[in-house]
């Protein structure tokens, strides 16, 4: 993966208030590790050539739709090119429609990162088109400064293109022809969501420096620089309070965002806080970062003009994808994440001369795809899933000759690829009887799953089930509660008889030979496949203390070993309820930590009442419909900051290291435990 190195400080053109910016050299990404002993005779004969794939791959990349309008030269980026559509909304009042969501920073996709990454977007689109090959960034005391290299905003234009909604240059495609920004949204939104934001613009030894509160212009100066400085753009703002409330920033997603660029934009380098974040090999430092050790063989990879991807396989069962659409992460796939599967499938049996089923192919696989696309259609404004149609055929084209010459020039790894089909293949005929004498005990014990009370709408059904889920209750006590209050059109409830088999290390046969975790996983949907999961969120719901900790532990180990891309994926939360009840004869308050606890005490006096909730089912259902309701549930996601990081968690946590983890317990069991 990507290196880092930090090489003398040295004084660099800029436009903050000493007249100085920070820059910082090139930081170099290491080779990855030599490859594998394996016995170079393939043991099968190519379906085609290596001629024949070189001409396939040339035939598939005139497919690609960006390449059939040619290229153009990049227009001069002038006053002239700016364009205006429509007046400016009101983004304060309406922030979900442009960020997606608040929060306060303890997930990943809070407000406050998309507020920064609009910004960075911007600087990375200068970069794509070739002006300035390095960004700086800096966060501190919650206020963030983004300096670019590029062309700078044109100077007459710089108060319209950050405060006139559908304004800017995106919309031209001589100046940005694969934009990676908001289309002429994103620094509105910023500014409209900043208590102080400020941008400087510098072009040929002029400047423009603009100060504005809250989307409010308060200062625009501008003029000819004293000294001289790089052209380039500055941004410095201030997440407001009074929309995002208490927040602080993750350094470690931070990082992970800043990595993604690098590994996205070879040859750029991003510095935040003083650290280089850049990578010479793309994709292959991505999957390195994120399965080092656990790959079978060396990772492959193609890179092509608008189309690269990397991929290697493990032991896993799961299939993990990051996928990249003008260097926009989609964590919800689309056409472009579907093209690829089908054409990497494609390409494997083109290869081998063969018919391997797509299960038997993917089974295992890790794999990141980036797709540039002229004119991106998202199916919601923060760019989840790729919507475009017209572009599967360039990508199963493309994606199927570029693995097919890959394997050519690859023969170990491809023998080592074959061998991991088949060993697939097998697990799957061996599952076939287990999952046919299950689904006849299931059959005849009832025609549905006792333990689910189903709601209307799934994920499936579009628009109506995007907001789908279901809880996973531990006893009726808690499910009781949920389904006398859940709104039954999109919430379901899966109730749990007490703690769950642990299933670390354990075949995918032992799923079917248990009868509540079958149960589980036909509820789910995923029996067949993960794609045909029902539900947009499977929550976990247990009680706060032991045994709901160690119910909640049980599930994850279960989800993580078999169905691990859910987790990857997004698709699992923790429920939170309140703790405590603090309340008097004219106000209740429901905390969600001691913290919160003693504060609502001191609020309401010493005559108050506290009351412990250790179980959801001790919450009275009139008080209950409030935390699962849409607007008020609070839910915690389950994430993963590296694919390699799963293997040892689990064995520490759930393996037979009992006297290991015994002896961990004891020295970070906390010693004052507040009931």
């Given at each position: 993966?990507?290196?880092?190195?930090?090489?003398?400080?040295?004084?660099?053109?800029?436009?903050?208030?000493?007249?100085?910016?920070?820059?910082?050299?090139?930081?170099?990404?290491?080779?990855?590790?030599?490859?594998?002993?394996?016995?170079?005779?393939?043991?099968?004969?190519?379906?085609?050539?290596?001629?024949?794939?070189?001409?396939?791959?040339?035939?598939?990349?005139?497919?690609?739709?960006?390449?059939?309008?040619?290229?153009?030269?990049?227009?001069?980026?002038?006053?002239?090119?700016?364009?205006?559509?429509?007046?400016?909304?009101?983004?304060?009042?309406?922030?979900?429609?442009?960020?997606?969501?608040?929060?306060?920073?303890?997930?990943?996709?809070?407000?406050?990162?998309?507020?920064?990454?609009?910004?960075?977007?911007?600087?990375?689109?200068?970069?794509?088109?070739?002006?300035?090959?390095?960004?700086?960034?800096?966060?501190?005391?919650?206020?963030?400064?983004?300096?670019?290299?590029?062309?700078?905003?044109?100077?007459?234009?710089?108060?319209?293109?950050?405060?006139?909604?559908?304004?800017?240059?995106?919309?031209?495609?001589?100046?940005?022809?694969?934009?990676?920004?908001?289309?002429?949204?994103?620094?509105?939104?910023?500014?409209?969501?900043?208590?102080?934001?400020?941008?400087?613009?510098?072009?040929?030894?002029?400047?423009?420096?603009?100060?504005?509160?809250?989307?409010?212009?308060?200062?625009?100066?501008?003029?000819?620089?004293?000294?001289?400085?790089?052209?380039?753009?500055?941004?410095?703002?201030?997440?407001?309070?009074?929309?995002?409330?208490?927040?602080?920033?993750?350094?470690?997603?931070?990082?992970?965002?800043?990595?993604?660029?690098?590994?996205?934009?070879t040859g750029l380098t991003i510095n935040l806080n003083g650290k280089d974040y850049v990578s010479q090999n793309g994709l292959l430092d991505l999957l390195r970062s994120e399965i080092e050790g656990a790959s079978l063989y060396e990772i492959g990879s193609y890179r092509g003009e608008h189309l690269q991807f990397a991929f290697t396989h493990s032991n896993e069962y799961a299939e993990n994808y990051f996928s990249f659409v003008n260097g926009q992460f989609t964590s919800d796939g689309g056409t472009h994440l579907n093209a690829f599967k089908e054409g990497f499938v494609r390409g494997i049996n083109d290869f081998f001369h063969s018919s391997f089923k797509a299960e038997d192919v993917r089974a295992g696989i890790t794999a990141a795809v980036l797709v540039k696309v002229k004119d991106p259609v998202f199916e919601s404004q923060t760019k989840n899933k790729l919507g475009n149609t017209d572009i599967r055929a360039w990508i199963v084209g493309e994606t199927q000759s570029g693995l097919d010459d890959w394997l050519h020039k690859n023969p170990t790894e491809a023998h080592i690829i074959q061998e991991k089909i088949k060993q697939?293949?097998?697990?799957?005929?061996?599952?076939?009887?287990?999952?046919?004498?299950?689904?006849?005990?299931?059959?005849?014990?009832?025609?549905?799953?006792?333990?689910?009370?189903?709601?209307?709408?799934?994920?499936?059904?579009?628009?109506?089930?995007?907001?789908?889920?279901?809880?996973?209750?531990?006893?009726?006590?808690?499910?009781?509660?949920?389904?006398?209050?859940?709104?039954?059109?999109?919430?379901?409830?899966?109730?749990?008889?007490?703690?769950?088999?642990?299933?670390?290390?354990?075949?995918?046969?032992?799923?079917?030979?248990?009868?509540?975790?079958?149960?589980?996983?036909?509820?789910?949907?995923?029996?067949?496949?993960?794609?045909?999961?029902?539900?947009?969120?499977?929550?976990?719901?247990?009680?706060?203390?032991?045994?709901?900790?160690?119910?909640?532990?049980?599930?994850?180990?279960?989800?993580?070993?078999?169905?691990?891309?859910?987790?990857?994926?997004?698709?699992?939360?923790?429920?939170?309820?309140?703790?405590?009840?603090?309340?008097?004869?004219?106000?209740?308050?429901?905390?969600?930590?001691?913290?919160?606890?003693?504060?609502?005490?001191?609020?309401?006096?010493?005559?108050?009442?506290?009351?412990?909730?250790?179980?959801?089912?001790?919450?009275?259902?009139?008080?209950?419909?409030?935390?699962?309701?849409?607007?008020?549930?609070?839910?915690?996601?389950?994430?993963?900051?590296?694919?390699?990081?799963?293997?040892?968690?689990?064995?520490?946590?759930?393996?037979?290291?009992?006297?290991?983890?015994?002896?961990?317990?004891?020295?970070?069991?906390?010693?004052?435990?507040?009931?």
């Amino acid at each position: 993966m990507g290196g880092t190195k930090s090489e003398s400080k040295k004084t660099v053109a800029g436009v903050d208030e000493n007249g100085t910016f920070r820059a910082w050299g090139n930081a170099k990404t290491k080779d990855g590790a030599a490859k594998k002993n394996v016995d170079q005779s393939p043991a099968f004969v190519p379906g085609t050539s290596a001629e024949q794939a070189a001409k396939n791959l040339l035939k598939a990349k005139e497919a690609d739709p960006a390449s059939k309008s040619g290229k153009k030269k990049i227009a001069e980026y002038t006053d002239s090119q700016i364009q205006h559509l429509d007046a400016l909304e009101h983004i304060r009042r309406r922030s979900g429609m442009y960020i997606g969501r608040l929060g306060d920073g303890s997930n990943q996709n809070d407000g406050i990162y998309i507020l920064i990454k609009e910004i960075i977007d911007n600087s990375v689109d200068e970069f794509i088109v070739g002006f300035g090959n390095k960004i700086d960034v800096t966060i501190q005391d919650n206020r963030v400064t983004v300096r670019d290299y590029g062309r700078g905003i044109p100077l007459g234009k710089v108060v319209d293109c950050v405060s006139e909604i559908n304004t800017g240059a995106k919309y031209n495609d001589d100046v940005f022809q694969f934009s990676v920004g908001m289309n002429g949204v994103g620094t509105k939104a910023v500014n409209a969501l900043s208590s102080y934001f400020r941008v400087v613009s510098v072009r040929d030894g002029q400047c423009c420096d603009a100060v504005f509160e809250k989307g409010k212009l308060k200062v625009e100066k501008s003029g000819k620089l004293k000294q001289s400085q790089p052209n380039g753009t500055y941004f410095e703002f201030v997440p407001d309070e009074e929309i995002f409330g208490k927040y602080a920033f993750n350094f470690d997603f931070l990082e992970k965002r800043m990595w993604n660029y690098a590994y996205l934009n070879t040859g750029l380098t991003i510095n935040l806080n003083g650290k280089d974040y850049v990578s010479q090999n793309g994709l292959l430092d991505l999957l390195r970062s994120e399965i080092e050790g656990a790959s079978l063989y060396e990772i492959g990879s193609y890179r092509g003009e608008h189309l690269q991807f990397a991929f290697t396989h493990s032991n896993e069962y799961a299939e993990n994808y990051f996928s990249f659409v003008n260097g926009q992460f989609t964590s919800d796939g689309g056409t472009h994440l579907n093209a690829f599967k089908e054409g990497f499938v494609r390409g494997i049996n083109d290869f081998f001369h063969s018919s391997f089923k797509a299960e038997d192919v993917r089974a295992g696989i890790t794999a990141a795809v980036l797709v540039k696309v002229k004119d991106p259609v998202f199916e919601s404004q923060t760019k989840n899933k790729l919507g475009n149609t017209d572009i599967r055929a360039w990508i199963v084209g493309e994606t199927q000759s570029g693995l097919d010459d890959w394997l050519h020039k690859n023969p170990t790894e491809a023998h080592i690829i074959q061998e991991k089909i088949k060993q697939n293949e097998k697990l799957r005929t061996d599952l076939a009887s287990v999952k046919k004498e299950a689904k006849e005990a299931a059959k005849r014990t009832s025609l549905n799953i006792a333990k689910l009370k189903d709601c209307k709408y799934h994920l499936s059904d579009g628009k109506k089930g995007e907001n789908s889920m279901v809880f996973i209750t531990e006893g009726n006590s808690a499910s009781g509660n949920i389904n006398k209050t859940r709104d039954v059109s999109y919430q379901a409830v899966f109730s749990l008889r007490g703690k769950p088999e642990n299933m670390y290390g354990k075949k995918p046969s032992e799923i079917y030979k248990n009868d509540e975790l079958y149960q589980l996983m036909c509820a789910l949907g995923v029996e067949d496949s993960v794609e045909n999961l029902r539900y947009s969120k499977i929550v976990i719901a247990t009680d706060a203390d032991n045994d709901g900790f160690h119910i909640r532990n049980l599930v994850l180990t279960f989800l993580l070993g078999y169905y691990e891309e859910l987790v990857t994926s997004g698709r699992v939360w923790i429920l939170e309820t309140p703790l405590f009840r603090v309340r008097n004869k004219k106000e209740n308050i429901y905390c969600y930590s001691e913290k919160e606890r003693d504060a609502a005490q001191k609020k309401l006096g010493k005559s108050c009442e506290t009351t412990r909730f250790k179980g959801l089912g001790e919450i009275d259902p009139s008080e209950f419909s409030q935390f699962i309701e849409p607007d008020t549930i609070k839910l915690t996601p389950v994430e993963v900051q590296a694919l390699k990081n799963i293997p040892p968690l689990l064995s520490f946590y759930m393996g037979k290291n009992t006297p290991e983890r015994r002896e961990f317990i004891v020295n970070n069991l906390l010693r004052d435990v507040d009931a």
